[in-house]
């Protein structure tokens, strides 16, 4: 999440996503999903994983107060869902791999943003 630029991240959903630099969770950038006009707006990376793997997804997450943040692989499987707090909450995750990439949204359906930092994802078994 270091990046000064959002480019390792594909937007979705006219996803508006920035760095944000004002209280990430660590280092000095975060993720941000914002609403751009279409509902669920999301951003997804590949991250080398193999189907049928067995990975653990940790991180933290934040809300606007309103709109909620969810992870899901890139079989459409949820993997975690947060509340609309806006404190930093981790989570952590083991799961199969379904595809090879993650997607970071924001359950929104008009004005609002998550926040995602410290993302990591570990091969573990499988």
Wanted: proline share 2%; charged share 15%.
């Amino acid at each position: 999440m270091e990046a000064a630029t959002t480019a390792a991240w594909t937007a979705a959903a006219a996803a508006v996503l920035t760095k944000e630099t004002t209280t990430p969770h660590g280092g000095a950038r975060c993720l941000r999903v914002a609403y751009g006009g279409t509902n669920l707006p999301r951003a997804t990376q590949a991250f080398g994983g193999v189907d049928g793997k067995v990975y653990r997804l940790t991180g933290w997450a934040r809300s606007d107060g309103v709109v909620g943040p969810r992870v899901y692989d890139s079989g459409s499987v949820t993997l975690w869902t947060g509340t609309a707090s806006t404190s930093w909450q981790y989570f952590s995750v083991t799961y199969t791999a379904v595809g090879t990439s993650i997607t970071l949204m924001a359950l929104a359906t008009g004005a609002g943003y998550v926040e995602f930092d410290d993302l990591s994802i570990v091969k573990v078994g499988g």
